[in-house]
Protein backbone atom coordinates (compact mmCIF):
# COMPACT_ATOMS: atom_id res chain seq x y z
CA UNK A 1 0.00 0.00 0.00
CA UNK A 2 1.65 3.61 -1.01
CA UNK A 3 1.18 5.85 2.30
CA UNK A 4 0.07 9.78 1.97
CA UNK A 5 2.58 11.98 3.22
CA UNK A 6 0.46 12.40 6.28
CA UNK A 7 0.07 8.62 7.05
CA UNK A 8 4.02 8.19 6.63
CA UNK A 9 4.14 10.81 8.98
CA UNK A 10 1.68 9.01 11.39
CA UNK A 11 2.93 5.99 10.97
CA UNK A 12 6.98 7.21 11.80
CA UNK A 13 5.83 8.80 14.63
CA UNK A 14 3.92 5.47 15.45
CA UNK A 15 6.67 3.63 14.93
CA UNK A 16 9.07 5.69 16.93
CA UNK A 17 7.33 5.49 19.96
CA UNK A 18 6.46 2.08 19.84
CA UNK A 19 10.43 0.99 18.98
CA UNK A 20 11.02 3.41 22.18
CA UNK A 21 8.65 1.57 24.63
CA UNK A 22 9.89 -2.19 22.69
CA UNK A 23 13.76 -1.26 24.00
CA UNK A 24 12.39 0.63 26.68
CA UNK A 25 14.98 3.66 25.87
CA UNK A 26 17.94 1.66 25.81
CA UNK A 27 20.35 3.12 23.22
CA UNK A 28 21.83 -0.62 23.04
CA UNK A 29 18.64 -2.85 22.82
CA UNK A 30 18.34 -4.05 19.29
CA UNK A 31 14.46 -5.32 18.13
CA UNK A 32 13.06 -6.66 14.91
CA UNK A 33 11.92 -3.31 12.53
CA UNK A 34 8.82 -6.01 11.63
CA UNK A 35 8.26 -7.07 15.45
CA UNK A 36 7.53 -3.22 16.13
CA UNK A 37 5.74 -2.80 12.24
CA UNK A 38 3.25 -5.35 13.54
CA UNK A 39 2.56 -4.19 16.77
CA UNK A 40 1.42 -1.29 15.02
CA UNK A 41 -0.58 -2.99 12.40
CA UNK A 42 2.14 -2.41 9.30
CA UNK A 43 2.63 -4.48 6.76
CA UNK A 44 6.03 -6.05 6.77
CA UNK A 45 7.14 -3.65 3.45
CA UNK A 46 5.18 -0.62 5.06
CA UNK A 47 7.31 -1.66 8.38
CA UNK A 48 10.90 -1.42 6.26
CA UNK A 49 9.62 2.00 4.10
CA UNK A 50 8.72 3.38 7.67
CA UNK A 51 12.28 1.93 8.82
CA UNK A 52 14.12 4.03 5.92
CA UNK A 53 13.01 6.68 6.63
CA UNK A 54 13.56 6.95 10.57
CA UNK A 55 17.05 6.19 9.37
CA UNK A 56 17.49 8.73 6.83
CA UNK A 57 16.01 11.37 9.96
CA UNK A 58 18.74 9.98 12.46
CA UNK A 59 16.17 8.03 15.08
CA UNK A 60 17.00 4.85 14.39
CA UNK A 61 19.65 2.48 13.30
CA UNK A 62 20.36 -0.70 11.63
CA UNK A 63 21.88 -3.22 14.09
CA UNK A 64 21.71 -6.18 11.54
CA UNK A 65 21.08 -6.99 8.03
CA UNK A 66 17.97 -9.08 8.94
CA UNK A 67 16.08 -5.55 9.89
CA UNK A 68 17.48 -5.96 13.56
CA UNK A 69 17.38 -2.26 14.65
CA UNK A 70 18.05 0.37 17.36
CA UNK A 71 16.77 3.78 18.90
CA UNK A 72 19.65 6.39 18.60
CA UNK A 73 20.14 9.25 21.44
CA UNK A 74 18.20 11.86 19.02
CA UNK A 75 15.89 8.85 18.88
CA UNK A 76 15.55 9.35 22.51
CA UNK A 77 15.16 12.92 22.38
CA UNK A 78 12.41 13.32 19.82
CA UNK A 79 10.02 9.63 21.41
CA UNK A 80 10.53 12.03 24.91
CA UNK A 81 8.97 14.99 22.98
CA UNK A 82 6.20 12.95 21.36
CA UNK A 83 5.05 12.03 24.92
CA UNK A 84 6.66 8.41 25.28
CA UNK A 85 5.88 6.85 28.41
CA UNK A 86 7.80 5.17 30.85
CA UNK A 87 11.15 4.64 29.16
CA UNK A 88 14.40 3.14 31.32
CA UNK A 89 17.10 3.77 33.24
CA UNK A 90 19.18 4.50 30.75
CA UNK A 91 17.96 8.15 30.77
CA UNK A 92 19.01 7.88 34.76
CA UNK A 93 22.21 7.98 36.52
CA UNK A 94 21.21 5.07 38.37
CA UNK A 95 22.19 4.13 42.40
CA UNK A 96 25.55 1.78 41.74
CA UNK A 97 28.68 3.15 42.52
CA UNK A 98 29.88 3.59 38.88
CA UNK A 99 27.98 4.88 35.84
CA UNK A 100 27.50 2.11 33.59
CA UNK A 101 28.13 2.10 29.61
CA UNK A 102 24.48 2.83 28.23
CA UNK A 103 23.70 5.42 31.15
CA UNK A 104 27.18 7.28 30.10
CA UNK A 105 25.88 7.69 26.65
CA UNK A 106 22.24 9.22 28.29
CA UNK A 107 23.79 11.63 30.50
CA UNK A 108 26.41 12.49 27.72
CA UNK A 109 23.65 13.21 25.39
CA UNK A 110 21.90 15.48 28.18
CA UNK A 111 25.48 17.06 28.80
CA UNK A 112 25.95 18.00 25.13
CA UNK A 113 22.44 19.90 25.41
CA UNK A 114 22.69 21.15 28.55
CA UNK A 115 25.87 23.01 27.50
CA UNK A 116 24.67 24.17 24.45
CA UNK A 117 21.69 26.17 26.26
CA UNK A 118 23.76 27.60 28.95
CA UNK A 119 25.10 30.51 26.70
CA UNK A 120 21.26 31.32 26.03
CA UNK A 121 20.29 31.16 29.71
CA UNK A 122 21.71 35.23 30.17
CA UNK A 123 23.36 33.53 33.85
CA UNK A 124 25.16 35.79 35.82
CA UNK A 125 28.83 35.52 36.06
CA UNK A 126 28.40 33.83 39.36
CA UNK A 127 25.90 30.67 38.45
CA UNK A 128 27.44 30.70 35.02
CA UNK A 129 30.87 29.87 36.75
CA UNK A 130 28.95 27.18 38.96
CA UNK A 131 27.72 25.62 36.33
CA UNK A 132 30.30 25.66 34.12
CA UNK A 133 32.44 24.15 37.33
CA UNK A 134 29.76 21.30 37.82
CA UNK A 135 30.09 20.23 33.94
CA UNK A 136 33.71 20.31 33.66
CA UNK A 137 33.74 17.92 37.00
CA UNK A 138 31.50 15.97 35.18
CA UNK A 139 33.63 15.39 31.95
CA UNK A 140 36.52 14.42 34.23
CA UNK A 141 34.22 11.60 35.62
CA UNK A 142 33.24 10.59 32.45
CA UNK A 143 36.76 10.51 31.19
CA UNK A 144 37.28 7.87 33.71
CA UNK A 145 36.84 3.93 33.25
CA UNK A 146 34.53 3.83 36.33
CA UNK A 147 32.86 7.00 36.50
CA UNK A 148 31.78 7.68 39.67
CA UNK A 149 28.00 7.75 40.24
CA UNK A 150 27.67 10.16 43.22
CA UNK A 151 30.23 12.75 42.01
CA UNK A 152 27.90 12.76 39.44
CA UNK A 153 25.03 13.23 41.26
CA UNK A 154 26.25 15.89 43.36
CA UNK A 155 26.98 18.24 39.94
CA UNK A 156 24.00 17.68 38.56
CA UNK A 157 21.91 18.65 41.69
CA UNK A 158 23.97 21.92 41.70
CA UNK A 159 23.11 22.18 37.77
CA UNK A 160 19.33 21.57 39.00
CA UNK A 161 19.63 24.48 41.40
CA UNK A 162 21.20 26.93 38.92
CA UNK A 163 18.24 25.56 36.37
CA UNK A 164 15.80 26.41 38.49
CA UNK A 165 16.95 29.87 39.53
CA UNK A 166 17.07 30.27 35.88
CA UNK A 167 14.07 29.30 34.96
CA UNK A 168 14.82 26.75 32.33
CA UNK A 169 12.04 24.52 32.59
CA UNK A 170 13.07 22.01 29.70
CA UNK A 171 16.90 21.87 30.66
CA UNK A 172 15.58 21.23 34.62
CA UNK A 173 13.54 18.21 33.45
CA UNK A 174 16.25 16.42 31.68
CA UNK A 175 18.68 17.00 34.56
CA UNK A 176 15.66 15.79 36.93
CA UNK A 177 15.07 12.85 34.54
CA UNK A 178 18.85 11.83 35.02
CA UNK A 179 18.25 11.86 38.51
CA UNK A 180 15.41 9.76 38.69
CA UNK A 181 13.09 12.54 39.97
Do not use: H
Amino acid sequence: MRMSPEELREAKERFLLQLFEKTDGEISAQVSMYEVGTAITLEKDDAQKVAEELMADGLIEVRTLSGGIGITREGVEASDRKGAGGGSGARTLGDGPVIVPEKCEALDGVLCDLKARAGQLNLAFEPLSELVADFRTIDAQMASPNPKTPIVRACLESVRAVLQKAGDTEGLQKVQQMLGD
